[in-house]
């Protein structure tokens, strides 16, 4: 069965600071991966997927992600952490049997200034 | 452009009462989600519509849960009976396509649903 794990319930950063929120996945065949922001009273944002090619993804905000076959990893990079990226992260993988979108339980990341 | 309009936000009502939300997603959008998230978990799929019609409904409680997508454009879900165990967000989301699952989906702001 296809799964995707999100190993950290809370990553606490400071402004400035790299940040990277970790994310695993279980599929069968090649994997489509998807990356979600959700802020507070808000539904998800899209960020970036990863379909086929680059492995290294670029979306919005100046977050990144690196598909890692060998590891079966897909984590999400930001160079220099802001405040306002404070909110909850979904990683996300669909089932190709189905088309179905898993998504992950989130990763809340927290921003000090 | 308009994104995924959902209503109402939030709703609080007694068990055994029924509920009703409704959603318009992004004008032009074939593909038409309904998700439910419980407090502290990523979304879940509910149903999948492809225009008019359900694609994907294995995760819908059928006895109480029910869903319509007149036209191919707005969506309702409806509850009834409520349960205690039904409080939830639940989110609407829309897409270009389905295809093989790679279009990226637009989510509403979602429903706040309070059982007492």
């Known amino acids: 069965a296809q799964s995707v794990a999100q190993p950290e319930d809370q990553v606490n950063v400071a402004e400035g600071n790299p940040l990277t929120v970790k994310c695993t996945y279980s599929?069968?065949?090649?994997?489509?991966l998807f990356w979600y922001v959700q802020y507070p009273n808000r539904g998800l944002q899209f960020l970036l997927k990863?379909?086929?090619?680059?492995?290294l993804v670029k979306g919005s905000y100046g977050f990144e992600a690196e598909f890692n076959k060998s590891q079966t990893s897909f984590h999400l990079k930001k160079p220099s952490a802001l405040v306002s990226d404070s909110a909850l992260y979904f990683c996300?993988?669909?089932?190709?049997?189905?088309?179905?979108?898993?998504f992950g339980a989130g990763t809340r990341l927290f921003v000090k200034a | 452009e308009a994104g995924v309009v959902q209503s109402p936000r939030y709703k609080i009502i007694e068990k055994k009462q029924p509920v009703a939300f409704w959603c318009n997603p992004i004008?032009?959008?074939?593909?038409l989600y309904w998700y439910r998230q419980n407090l502290g978990q990523g979304p879940e799929l509910l149903i999948r519509?492809?225009?008019?019609?359900?694609?994907?409904d294995s995760q819908l409680p059928k006895d109480r849960f029910s869903a319509e997508r007149l036209k191919g454009v707005d969506s309702t879900l409806k509850i009834q009976p409520a349960e205690l165990g039904d409080s939830a967000v639940y989110l609407c989301?829309?897409?270009?396509?389905?295809?093989?699952?790679?279009?990226?989906?637009?989510f509403g702001p979602g429903t706040r649903l309070t059982v007492l």
């Open positions: 989301a829309s897409s270009l396509e389905a295809g093989e699952g790679t279009d990226t989906q637009y």
């Open positions: 599929v069968s065949g090649n994997p489509y």
């Open positions: 990863y379909i086929t090619g680059d492995n």
């Open positions: 996300a993988v669909v089932d190709t049997g189905g088309f179905k979108t898993i």
């Open positions: 004008s032009g959008h074939n593909t």
């Open positions: 519509y492809e225009n008019e019609e359900a694609v994907d």
